[in-house]
């Protein structure tokens, strides 16, 4: 007699399926985890490459700015880089020639150490000064301008030096006396005169500027400062009849950052009202030295 075989097992709803989702779901979980590696675990680990300490823009930089630790940031990429910087120090001060994307890792032939190394058409028009501050040029020398030794970047002290009858009230009598007197600090220098030769690209390539008569050499002639229009008017009464003289301040002592920001005391140009000796007495009070 025959006997009937047993049907075979159904498979239950929905198995399949759930090995499926199973498996997308440990897939999903094994790319997150390439990806936290890569970022966080190291480019040597997964590139197998060595790694690299460099600086980088930390936001963007525009052309002919003056580079400031605000603007700069350090990390590790994989891979060999050469012309570049491990330190912000290094980068701190110096003129951007381009302009420089954010994250973009920053190389020597990037920057300069002087404006007037900018190639012709590489420069914006403007010069990179804050909200209600002017550019002012004013005269230097060896024996004023501390032997030369000032340069772009640097922050200068001013005194003013002349006779005490420049105050004097109409009529008094007494013998003249020489007065001296800090009258500005920490004034920053964004520009030098005719360069020297000591002036260099920042990748160490290239001289000063030169001439139809062959390189220009010896200390700069002027120095281009960042000052407000009620300054610049009290700078130019101190050139006229006072002898002015500059200190270079030590680099501990400059200000953490530029200006970046209006001077409440003057904050546009309009603000400047006209300078006399008066005025010059009641803000520095030469006449009661």
């Keep these: 007699m025959a006997v009937a075989q047993p049907a075979p097992a159904r498979p239950r709803p929905g198995g399949g399926r759930f090995l499926i989702i199973i498996g997308l779901l440990l897939a999903v979980a094994a790319g997150a ?29 525009p052309a002919r700015h003056q580079i400031t630790d605000a603007d700069l940031d350090v990390t590790k990429v994989s891979g060999s880089f050469v012309n570049v910087y491990a330190k912000g120090g290094d980068v ?7 302009q420089i994307a ?36 004013i005269p230097t020398n060896e024996q004023q301008g501390v032997a030369g030794h000032i ?45 020297s030769s000591t002036v260099s690209s920042a990748s160490g390539g290239g001289g000063g500027t030169t001439t139809s008569t062959g ?20 700078f130019t009464w ?21 200006p970046s920001a209006p001077d409440p005391t003057c904050p546009t140009v309009l603000a400047a009202q006209g300078v006399s000796a008066k005025e010059v007495d009641a803000r520095y009070h030469f006449s009661t030295l």
Excluded: W
């Design 102 to 137: 954010r994250g973009v890792v920053i190389t020597s032939d990037m920057l300069a150490k002087d404006n007037s190394l900018i190639a012709l058409g590489a420069a914006p028009a403007y010069l990179p000064l804050a909200s209600g501050y002017v550019a002012y040029t």
């Design 215 to 234: 390189p220009v050499t010896g200390v700069t002639s002027s120095l281009t400062v960042e000052l407000t229009q009620c300054d610049s008017e009290y």
């Design 92 to 98: 701190r001060g110096l003129i951007a020639q381009i």
């Design 33 to 61: 985890g390439v990806f936290l590696l890569g970022n966080f675990g190291g480019g040597a680990a997964i590139g197998g490459g060595p790694q690299q300490t460099v600086v980088i823009a930390k936001q963007a930089i």
């Design 151 to 195: 340069t772009l970047g640097d922050y200068i002290t001013v005194i003013a030096s002349g006779s005490g009858t420049l105050f004097a009230k109409p009529g008094a009598q007494g013998a003249a006396q020489v007065v001296s007197k800090t009258v500005f600090t920490n004034v920053r220098v964004i520009g030098l005169g005719p360069a």
């Design 238 to 258: 101190f050139l006229s009849n006072m002898t002015v003289k500059y200190t270079l301040e030590s680099f501990h002592d400059y200000l953490q950052q530029p």
